[in-house]
């Protein structure tokens, strides 16, 4: 047995890998192997279980706020400040209640399915590209397949919840989510494939640095099939989410609470800690692979990299490499939640289809738009050449005479045009929610930062309700 | 002891990471067998595909290791349940297999069992040092090498195998739309609701 062990070993990723730079930060050139294993276990205990519990708490309170907003209310507002402290009151109050366990259900497996929902979705955080050196694994290879492959593990969670329930919603919701979660995965793979075919790896830390020379460079604006790719990915996520409109598995209407309705305390709270965690990672993917990763929009950071990380290696600071990883995390966190924001919004302003309108969309119009934006992008591979490399390294990504000189006049011209019509799509839809959040037609105007709601309402609505 | 916890090697990390992930996939494939109640069976097969795409990653193949997770856990399994809670009339199913089926299986069990044992003895694999000597790019599985070799070598294979899933896709389709058609037809006479016609437009 040990000589076939041994045998495995000169092949295993620990044996073959040099250290990252942030091992090397901070360990030093010569850690031990005892090291990284407790660096490991830390970053997993340390970072990450605690960084996905905040990541939920504050989209469960955030996800309140937006819907009380949408339906011209405020939300929780008296835990804390701003009610900021809800999810902690609910979380301690979740605790507190029984576990409750249905007489006929499947007792093993009823008690298992929350941690099978919750697992994967914590797991996905090893790929997700924080920074060009806060990622925890940044040798794997196919880091956006592994993030994929993981997610669509998650729905075991939620099939067996719904049926060790023994309860005929309960079973419903757990189909319901089998059949969406497997058709929707084709689509959401295809339109995957059309942003990773643009980029030429599945490396996320190397997509970062693919997209590091500002805006144009994302690779959502490369070409005309990855800006509509991302939308497709965008609404498949959605579906391969359970979050509305396609959110059948737990459709309130009409199976009670679907795949949890038996659920109660903890374990019940551990689905929306998956669920959000999902949300946020999925918006990781879009960051990551559409929408430039930790990369500002002006390239500053791609601009900055490398010399910082020249310095390092050179034997300089850490901290300059250090500060661009915080602010790269900065933009990369800001970027998932804006795609969370606009997850919550859509759940708070569309009606939820049938079953069969779901799946009507998914087959028979998610699918055959995604095999078009797969195709056309391949073409566009063929036909229009591009910069090669990674920018500010290999070519300058503001300068026109770089991309004449290398013949992709045309990919220049159309990402510049693209990210035109994007940044001005984006524009106005933050300049509608903005005014429709602050506008004076309401009734009831109330700003998100208000503590004290009832004392400052409009005198004509307080006369009014008298 | 003797040695300090500093003294630990690499491969003495990768030795403890096989056991894990081995003594994962092994005992909840014995689990797997032992049980009678099939959605349990389909756990126990979750926890041996996540072992085993565990092995995968120890062998630094990671594509294999997300295709594992894909397709049989995240894909497979996913229908395997999907056909128990379609199809079985009580929620806890039980396989109750007669005693020649218990016999048949395990003869062919070991049989299979000592055909694995003589393959692996009979195969000479690469040592450490040979494994050590090749050059970077021929150690562990890039995927841009594995995609090459499908759409270039191997792709004669690939097409084939496409086309046959293709080919299955079709029938299976052919044979629910025909069905469908027969009992709507039998089912709904003339008098069908408009309701009911929107529904059957819609599917």
């Not at chain 1, 090397?24 to 010569?30: E, I, K, M, T, W």
């Not at chain 1, 397949?145 to 669509?152: E, G, K, M, Q, T």
């Not at chain 2, 069990?109 to 040592?127: H, K, Y």
Request: charged share 15%.
């Amino acid at each position: 047995m040990s000589g076939l062990l041994y045998m495995l070993l000169p092949m295993s990723p620990l044996a073959q890998a040099s250290p990252t730079v942030m091992e090397r930060v901070l360990f030093g050139d010569a850690a031990s192997p005892f090291q990284y294993l407790l660096y490991s276990v830390a970053i997993i205990a340390m970072v990450f279980l605690p960084l996905a519990m905040l990541i939920a708490m504050f989209s469960i309170w955030w996800e309140r706020k937006v819907a009380g907003h949408i339906q011209s209310r405020l939300g929780p507002n008296r835990v804390g400040p701003i009610g900021l402290l809800q999810s902690l009151a609910d979380g301690i109050k979740l605790i507190l209640k029984e576990d409750l366990v249905p007489k006929d259900a499947d007792n093993l497996l009823f008690r298992l399915a929350p941690y099978l929902a919750f697992a994967p979705a914590f797991a996905a955080f090893v790929a997700l590209p924080f920074g060009p050196n806060f990622t925890y694994e940044p040798r794997l290879n196919v880091g956006v397949f592994w993030v994929l492959a993981i997610l669509s593990v998650e729905v075991m969670g939620v099939i067996l919840a719904g049926w060790a329930s023994n309860n005929k919603w309960s079973v419903y919701g757990a189909m319901r989510e089998a059949c969406q979660m497997v058709s929707y995965e084709i689509p959401l793979g295809i339109s995957i494939i059309v942003g990773i075919m643009a980029a030429g790896t599945l490396n996320m830390v190397a997509l970062g640095h693919l997209q590091g020379g500002g805006i144009h460079t994302w690779l959502i604006y490369r070409n005309p099939f990855t800006l509509i790719a991302f939308f497709v990915f965008f609404i498949a996520s959605l579906a391969s989410n359970k979050r509305a409109p396609f959110d059948l598995p737990e459709s309130e209407s009409e199976l009670v609470a679907g795949f949890h309705t038996e659920y109660s305390g903890l374990r019940f709270s551990f689905f929306f800690f998956a669920e959000y965690a999902a949300m946020f990672v999925v918006g990781g993917i879009q960051a990551a692979l559409f929408l430039g990763g930790w990369n500002d929009p002006f390239g500053a950071i791609g601009y900055l990299y490398p010399e910082a990380l020249r310095d390092f290696e050179a034997g300089g600071s850490p901290l300059p490499l250090i500060g661009l990883n915080i602010l790269g995390a900065g933009m990369f966190v800001i970027k998932c939640m804006g795609i969370v924001f606009l997850q919550m919004w859509i759940r708070w302003t569309l009606p939820r289809p049938r079953i069969d309108q779901v799946l009507y969309a998914c087959v028979k119009v998610l699918l055959p738009i995604a095999c078009v934006l797969l195709l056309g992008a391949a073409l566009w591979q063929l036909l229009v050449p591009e910069m090669a490399g990674v920018p500010w390294v290999k070519y300058h990504p503001w300068n026109w005479n770089d991309w004449k000189e290398q013949g992709a006049r045309g990919a220049f011209v159309t990402q510049i045009i693209l990210t035109i019509v994007g940044v001005s799509l984006f524009g106005a839809t933050s300049m509608w929610a903005a005014y429709n959040l602050f506008s004076s037609r309401r009734n009831l105007k109330q700003r998100l930062t208000d503590p004290d709601p009832i004392d400052k309402a409009p005198a004509n609505l307080a006369a009014a309700s008298h | 002891m003797t040695t300090s916890v500093l003294a630990i090697s690499e491969a003495d990390v990768a030795g403890w990471l096989f056991y894990l992930f081995g003594g994962i996939a092994g005992l909840s494939a014995v689990l797997l067998v032992l049980s009678r109640n099939i959605v349990r069976m389909a756990v126990c097969l979750l926890f041996t595909l996540a072992g085993v795409a565990g092995l995968y990653f120890l062998l630094s193949a990671e594509f294999l290791a997300a295709v594992q997770l894909v397709v049989y856990a995240g894909g497979t399994l996913i229908l395997i349940i999907f056909g128990v809670m379609l199809t079985s009339k009580s929620p806890f199913s039980r396989f109750e297999p007669s005693a020649v089926e218990v016999v048949l299986a395990i003869t062919l069990g070991g049989i299979l069992l000592v055909a694995l044992v003589l393959a692996v003895t009979s195969q000479r694999f690469p040592t450490a040092a040979e494994v050590a000597a090749l050059p970077a790019s021929e150690r562990g599985y890039p995927v841009d090498r594995l995609g090459q070799a499908l759409l270039g070598d191997y792709l004669l294979p690939f097409e084939i195998a496409s086309v046959l899933l293709l080919v299955v896709m079709i029938g299976a389709a052919y044979l629910a739309k025909a069905r469908r058609r027969e009992s709507t037809r039998s089912a709904n006479g003339p008098a069908e609701s408009a309701a009911s016609r929107q529904a059957r437009a819609w599917s």
